[in-house]
Each structure stands twice: as structure tokens, then as C-alpha cells.
């Protein structure tokens, strides 16, 4: 109902048991907002802990852009 990822479902991504625990993930979000900016917060060890990040747009931008 808010469109927001569930933190449940990044969750069992991340501890997933077949997951390489030494390749990072990163979670990329086409937009940004306080709660989704601190999904995380509770755990500041997370991103170290389960080797992830979270990529929001920056600033004013209204989408996150991929170079490959």
C-alpha cells in the first residue's frame, strides 16, 4: 500500500543460504524518502555485516542512473 520494499523481503535476500557472503549487493532505489533512507537505521552494522549498500538518487535527480 506505500510501495515501499518490505524490509523482510531485502532481509531474506541478504541472509539468504546459498547467498556468497563476499560478493556485495546493492540495492538500488529509483527514489528516495526518509523511511525508506533509514530501513537499515535500527542496525548501523547492517551494510558491514551482510556486505550490502543502498543507492538512492541524489539531490534533485528523479531517477538513479546505471553506466555499464
Known amino acids: 500500500s506505500h510501495k515501499l520494499p518490505n524490509k523482510e523481503t531485502l532481509s531474506k535476500i541478504l541472509c539468504h543460504p ?12 529509483n527514489y528516495s ?11 548501523k552494522s547492517a551494510s558491514k555485516k551482510y ?12 531517477y538513479y ?3 555499464l
Open 51 to 62: 556486505n550490502f549498500d543502498c543507492s538512492f538518487p541524489k539531490g534533485s535527480e528523479k
Open 33 to 43: 524518502n526518509p523511511t525508506l533512507k533509514s530501513i537499515f537505521k535500527v542496525d
Open 18 to 29: 546459498k547467498r556468497n557472503i563476499e560478493e556485495k549487493i546493492n540495492f538500488i532505489f
Open 65 to 67: 542512473e546505471i553506466k
